[in-house]
């Protein structure tokens, strides 16, 4: 029997605000919500944005007074609005304006050789042939030159790639805990896990009690590593600008980094550790490794996820000399402006007119379980991962070509989700969660696919939705940006449209596809399809099942006094949600960093042939017994 991995807990953050509970899903869709919901996704982006706080029960702007929790949208609206989702690069990332570079200056002797003094220290190692030295007091020399001299200085330029989906405007995940000179990306990690931790309704420890240590894993990356300066970027960058490499910039820039701060610091697990990358497939590879786990009962309890914060000068350069982003130039060409700038809300354009994809920064993390576990707890089902499929592209000429993997990472998704759920329901109740980069080439090569496999399922009108039109691609975290949305879906019956564009482009296949260009209210939803296309052929596809289906699924295995017992746990776990969703709308996010806490000796474990108990660890571990391979020995 197969286990299934079901989806009991979400959390993270993104362009749009905070995971669980759907609020950045929420903030998307947030002129579809009704009054209740638009209420409670306004106060929940103001104290995030530290617009406003909550104490003592009550709402605070900056000054001191009272806000009601109905004045919000009214009073601080526009404001939350205008932070939130894709926006003009602020500066607590660099200015897009005037971005910091070393301009090159070749300086020539006029009738003198060129005279300076500086202390003897800073002379360079080995001299300059054209250098010549004299001594002077208190350990400083005068140079002179003769011929040229080559420098370089700080300056400025004017960087043409403007637009990014950064976390909510006041947003810093530095000051919710102690964190030690952590980079942005490790922050965002412990924000995220702790979250979707939280939003089970249980505390990490309640969960770890009813299974053995190594029943656990987490399965994280991150594409790029930790790129400011307190990890790669500072090994990086620090001895040209005449700086040390400090002691952590290799270890906190890996990308298994966000794997091992959720063990490390979050959770303490012992369990299985995993971390892959495939550019911007990544949170569907770690999703892949965590599915096969559960289906093979190796593990009862997955955090997946992953993070990248990577809206930096370099990073930015290196897509901008790719042409993959949206420019300005490119961008003013589309919308036919000649003066002023170009609109920094809309440059991601899936399936529209478009000219390059938006970066975008994310953390995302699920918390999956096997479907007894999940019965056995009561947890709130989200969703279930029926399977995850990869493939790659074969041969290719450049190494960022589209090929024909995702032509069978799509296929095999879509005829699982026929054999779980029926004809019917793929072609009535399905929708896809694209991976819509917004880059010309992508438009036609994904809208292709779906074409084709519409017409080999025979479906019509097959409802698409693009997040990176709303957030940005945020590379490693993006399908789990998609996921996230795929739940705000079953949640809410609201199907995102794409409405930074104004129609669909001529040149995509859309005849059997619905890509919608406002949000509109659908019928409740049984199927998602998280699609992604990363770059050197890392094509995934997730077949998401929803909470109905699942829960029909779970009934039929588990049985109704099963179930019955399930519903009464429910009703508990569902209050404990509920107390944490209250204080997470009021920013107060009960960040989970056991920093030393809790370490473990080579005293704590007792080790036997047959298990090893450690201390603070409810059930022990039992070691091998059954030779696998007795058919052979």
Same mark, same amino acid.
């Given at each position: 029997m197969t286990a299934l991995p079901i989806i009991v807990g979400m959390g993270g &953050?993104?362009? *749009?605000?905070?995971t669980s509970f759907h609020q950045g899903f929420r903030r998307i869709v947030i002129d579809k919500l009704n009054a209740e919901a638009r209420q +409670?996704?306004?106060?929940?982006?103001?104290?995030?944005?530290?617009?406003?706080k909550f104490e003592e029960g009550k709402l605070l702007d900056t000054n001191g007074a009272t806000v009601e929790a109905s004045q919000v949208e009214s009073l601080f609206g526009e404001q939350i609005l205008n932070g939130t989702l894709i926006r003009k690069i602020e500066k607590n990332h660099f200015d897009p304006d005037a971005t910091p570079w070393q301009q090159k200056m070749t300086m020539g002797q006029s009738e003198q050789a060129i005279t300076f003094e500086t202390k003897a220290r800073d002379l360079p190692t080995p001299l300059p042939r054209s250098w010549t030295i004299t001594e002077l007091a208190d350990k400083r020399v005068r140079v002179e030159i003769a011929g040229e001299f080559e420098a370089k200085h700080d300056s400025t330029r004017d960087n043409p790639i403007k637009a990014a989906g950064q976390f909510p405007t006041g947003f810093e995940p530095a000051v919710l805990y102690n964190s030690r000179y952590q980079p942005r990306g490790l922050q965002a990690t412990i924000f995220g896990a702790a979250d979707a931790i939280h939003s089970t309704g249980y505390s990490w420890d309640d969960i770890a009690s009813k299974i053995s240590p190594d029943e656990v894993g987490t399965y994280s990356a991150s594409v790029f590593g930790q790129v400011q300066s307190e990890g790669l970027g500072g090994m990086m960058q620090n001895r040209m600008r005449g700086e040390r490499v400090s002691t952590k910039n290799l270890a906190l820039g890996l990308n298994t980094m966000s794997t091992d701060f959720i063990n490390a610091y979050v959770t303490g697990s012992v369990g299985s550790t995993f971390t892959s990358t495939g550019a911007c497939a990544t949170f569907l590879y770690n999703l892949k490794a965590a599915v096969q786990d559960i289906q093979a009962g190796r593990i009862r309890v997955a955090i997946v996820g992953s993070n990248d914060c990577a809206i930096t000068p370099e990073v930015i350069e290196g897509f901008g000399n790719m042409s993959a982003l949206a420019n300005e130039e490119g961008l003013k060409k589309l919308d036919g402006i000649t003066q002023g700038s170009a609109n920094h809300r809309k440059t991601s354009r899936p399936f529209g $007119?478009?000219?390059?994809?938006? &970066?975008? +920064?994310a953390a995302q993390f699920i918390v999956l379980m096997d479907d007894a576990l999940t019965v056995e707890l009561g947890c709130k089902v989200l969703g279930s991962v029926a399977d995850v499929y990869t493939n790659a592209d074969g041969i290719k000429k450049s190494i960022t070509a589209p090929g024909p993997g995702n032509y069978i990472t799509m296929a095999k998704s879509v005829a699982l989700a026929t054999s779980i759920v029926g004809k019917e329901s793929v072609q009535n109740r399905s929708f896809i969660l694209a991976h819509g980069s917004s880059t010309p080439q992508?438009? /036609?090569t994904e809208s292709l696919i779906y074409d084709r496999l519409a017409q080999s399922f025979d479906i019509n009108n097959w409802p698409v939705a693009a997040p990176k039109a709303y957030v940005g691609?945020? &590379?490693?975290? *993006?399908?789990? $940006?998609?996921? *996230?949305?795929?739940?705000? /879906?079953?949640?809410?019956?609201?199907?995102?449209?794409?409405?930074?564009? $104004?129609?669909?482009a001529d040149d995509v296949y859309s005849e059997r596809l619905n890509i919608a260009t406002d949000h509109w209210h659908c019928q409740e939803m049984d199927v998602a399809f998280i699609n992604s296309k990363g770059f050197g052929g890392n094509n995934a596809t997730a077949t998401i099942l929803s909470p109905n289906v699942t829960l029909s699924m779970m009934a039929k295995r588990h049985g109704e006094a099963a179930m019955q017992g399930y519903q009464a746990s429910l009703a508990l776990v569902e209050k404990a949600q509920l107390a944490y969703q209250e204080k997470a709308d009021h920013a107060q996010f009960d960040i989970i960093y056991k920093f030393g806490d809790g370490v473990l000796s080579d005293e704590d474990l007792d080790i036997t042939a047959e298990d090893i108990a450690m201390t603070g660890f409810a059930h022990k571990i039992a070691l091998p017994k059954q030779n696998p391979f007795d058919d052979m020995v």
């Open positions: &953050i993104n362009a *749009a605000g905070r +409670e996704t306004f106060v929940g982006l103001a104290t995030l944005m530290n617009i406003l $007119d478009n000219c390059g994809f938006t &970066i975008g +920064e992508n438009r /036609v691609h945020t &590379i490693g975290p *993006a399908s789990g $940006d998609q996921v *996230a949305m795929a739940l705000g /879906v079953f949640s809410h019956n609201i199907m995102p449209g794409i409405t930074t564009i $104004d129609k669909v």
